[in-house]
């Protein structure tokens, strides 16, 4: 299976009237255009996406819907609560395996869960990147052994692959 992590963007990092919360943190402009761009860049690596998943929050759905319309993505985006930034590991694991039967699927979250989830499943130390705001990381993960390969990190600031 073709998994990819894919960080949330740019988020308000203040408090408004209406925002009072971390879960109510909206993305930014610069967010969105960042979001636009990366998604843009990686169109052909992310064109076969199957199933998205993203974390309840809002910046993080807003992310993922972004994802979704740069790739005229036809299914609906689901919210996975296995993707909130303080849910268990094993949690997101069952979810990954329990949808073995797609080929690619895109996990929109938070750090440092996404972090953790590389370094669990590609067996792996340290991951040779910093899980940057709309950074996404793509691992060739075996869904019958539970281990992955990572294949490539890419970083929104430089829009190249780090492999």
């Known amino acids: ?54 974390s309840p929050l809002i910046r993080a759905v807003q992310t993922a819907e972004i994802l979704a319309s740069s790739l005229k993505y036809k299914n609906d985006v689901e919210i996975a609560n296995e993707l909130s930034p303080n849910s268990d590991h094993d949690k997101l694991i069952k979810l990954i395996r329990r949808n073995a039967i797609f080929k690619s699927i895109a996990l929109v979250g938070h750090e440092p869960m996404l972090g953790k989830l590389a370094l669990e499943i590609t067996k792996i130390e340290t991951l040779p990147f910093e899980f940057k705001k709309n950074g996404v990381c793509y691992i060739d993960y075996n869904t019958e052994t539970g281990q992955g390969q990572l294949k490539w990190y890419f970083d929104p600031k430089s829009l190249e692959k780090i492999s």
């Not at 299976?1 to 610069?30: C, G, Q």
């Open 1 to 54: 299976m073709k998994l990819f992590l894919i960080r949330h963007t740019e988020a308000i990092d203040y408090e408004t009237e209406s925002v009072r919360t971390d879960e109510s943190r909206f993305i930014t402009p610069n967010g969105r255009r960042i979001s636009l761009s990366v998604f843009k860049t990686l169109r052909d690596d992310l064109s076969d996406l199957e199933k998205i998943f993203t």
